[in-house]
């Protein structure tokens, strides 16, 4: 079982920045597919954006794009998910969340972090 940890959550003004990190228990993640997801109160979790560990290819919806970014640290097995002018509707949970290739489900998650963007 895959173990994520993730860290980084805060309260920020509109128009800040934070970055999420997302510590991986694995040990190679090259057959891993890496997502950040988030829940805000009331709503279901929704995507937000993944990253293919192998060659790095991402994705993002189409709200956070042009403002957020995922990258990843082989060496530090680490995920980030740096947020630039966060807006209110960023406010959430988000969770980093794995799951292989040939898989069409997450089925590895974190607990989640809180992210807060006052106006």
């Known amino acids: 079982q895959v173990q994520l940890v993730e860290s980084g959550g805060g309260l920020v003004q509109a128009g800040g920045s934070l970055r999420l990190s997302c510590v991986v228990s694995e040990r190679s993640l090259y057959t891993y597919i890496m997502g950040w997801f988030r829940q805000a109160p009331g709503k279901e979790r929704e995507f937000v954006a993944f990253i293919r560990w192998t060659d790095g290819n991402t994705d993002y919806t189409d709200s956070v794009k042009g403002r957020f970014t995922i990258s990843r640290d082989n060496a530090k097995n680490t995920v980030y998910l740096q947020m630039n002018n966060l807006k209110p509707d960023d406010t959430a949970v988000y969770y980093c969340?794995?799951?292989?290739?040939?898989?069409?489900?997450?089925?590895?998650w974190g607990q989640g972090t809180q992210v807060t963007v006052s106006s």
């Open positions: 969340a794995a799951r292989q290739f040939g898989t069409s489900s997450y089925n590895n």
